[in-house]
Nanobody, 127 residues
Framework: QVQLAESGGGLVQAGDSLRLSCVAS????????MAWFRQAPGTEREFVAG????????YYADSVKGRFAISRDNAKNTIYLQMNSLNAEDTAVYYC????????????????????WGQGTRVSLSS
């Protein structure tokens, strides 16, 4: 059974940094594009960042460009999201997602194209 397990969330102050991790199991990790989505209270889930199978290409939502960085380690079946300069708008539950793309290049930003999802990790900014 495929599992994606996120970790690294927490309560931080504006301007702080956090690093999220997502470990995947029971799948051929290198065949999957991976992404982070987030869902803030009262809003729909949105794409945050994505990385291609090889890690050569990354994509970011405009709201996080220059502050967040996604990376992956295929040997460890893990992706990361380094989040810097956090602000109140970053408060959300962050989800890791996997999109099976054995032949296609690039990655998708649409939620429905991702086959597997983690349970999420919460990031909160203290006031």
């Amino acid at each position: 059974q495929v599992q994606l397990a996120e970790s690294g969330g927490g309560l931080v102050q504006a301007g702080d940094s956090l690093r999220l991790s997502c470990v995947a199991s029971e799948l051929t990790f290198s065949l999957y594009a991976m992404a982070w989505f987030r869902q803030a209270p009262g809003t729909e889930r949105e794409f945050v960042a994505g990385i291609t199978r090889s890690g050569e290409e990354t994509y970011y939502a405009d709201s996080v460009k220059g502050r967040f960085a996604i990376s992956r380690d295929n040997a460890k079946n893990t992706i990361y999201l380094q989040m810097n300069s956090l602000n109140a708008e970053d408060t959300a539950v962050y989800y890791c997602a996997a999109d099976f793309r054995p032949m296609q290049r690039g990655l998708a930003t649409e939620e429905y194209k991702y086959r597997y999802w983690g349970q999420g990790t919460r990031v909160s900014l203290s006031s």
